[in-house]
Each structure stands twice: as C-alpha cells, then as structure tokens.
C-alpha cells in the first residue's frame, strides 16, 4: 500500500510540475508579446523552480518576501543554480522583474490614493 500512495503521491507532484510549467511558459510568451514584464505569481514560480536552496534569497523572495528582491538578483547573477536546466526566457523574464524598480502588478485590489 505505501509503494502504491508514493507512487500517485509521484505522479502528483509531477504533475503539478508541468502544469507549473505550462503556466510559465504561457504567462513569459504572453508578457514578452505584449511588452510588459511578468506578473508577480510567474516571478516567484521562476524563482522557486531554478534554486535547488530553501535558504537561498530566491526562495524567500518565491515564498513572498519581497525584501529579498535585490538579494534574489544578485544570486541569479552569481550563484550557481539550476539555470543550466532552466529555459533561457524565464530566466531572462525573472532578471527582468527583479530589475524593475516598479511595484509589483499583482497589487491591483488595493484602493486608489486620492489626488489633492
């Protein structure tokens, strides 16, 4: 019985991967057609699917901590991740977000500032 659970629990988890994938990869061609950089959610699935370190800014910054932003760009330029086996647009999308000193797009519910 437990080979059959890890079995499925396998078969989940991958998946889970390639619709990940998937996600990523229509939501990179659908920003780079349109000329504008990647939503938020698409940033943090990059950084969590290159970084093989739960410690590393890039995972904090992919588990939401937007304080790591600049700390993520430096580990994207010099460490070394898992970016051999990382399609070259993602990897170039997320430089991209990270690069960008805007807020981040997701922010959309939050009401209006007044103008005085």
């Known amino acids: ?3 059959t659970s890890n079995h499925s629990t396998a078969d989940r988890i991958r998946a ?3 619709h990940q994938a998937q996600l990523i990869r ?4 659908a920003a780079a057609s349109n000329g504008q950089p990647i939503d938020n959610t698409t940033a943090r699935l990059i950084a969590a699917r290159i970084t093989p370190d739960r410690n590393s800014a890039l995972a904090r910054f992919s588990a939401g901590d937007d304080s790591t932003r600049m700390a993520a760009l430096n ?17 170039v999308a997320l430089w991209e977000y990270l690069l960008d000193d805007s807020p981040a797009p997701d922010h959309s519910n939050e009401p209006a500032e007044r103008s005085q």
């Not at 994207?76 to 051999?84: G, I, P, R």
């Open 75 to 91: 580990e994207l330029e010099y460490d070394d991740l898992e970016l051999a086996r990382s399609p070259v647009p993602w990897v």
């Open 16 to 18: 889970l991967q390639r």
């Open 1 to 3: 019985m437990t080979t």
């Open 26 to 29: 229509r939501n990179v061609e």
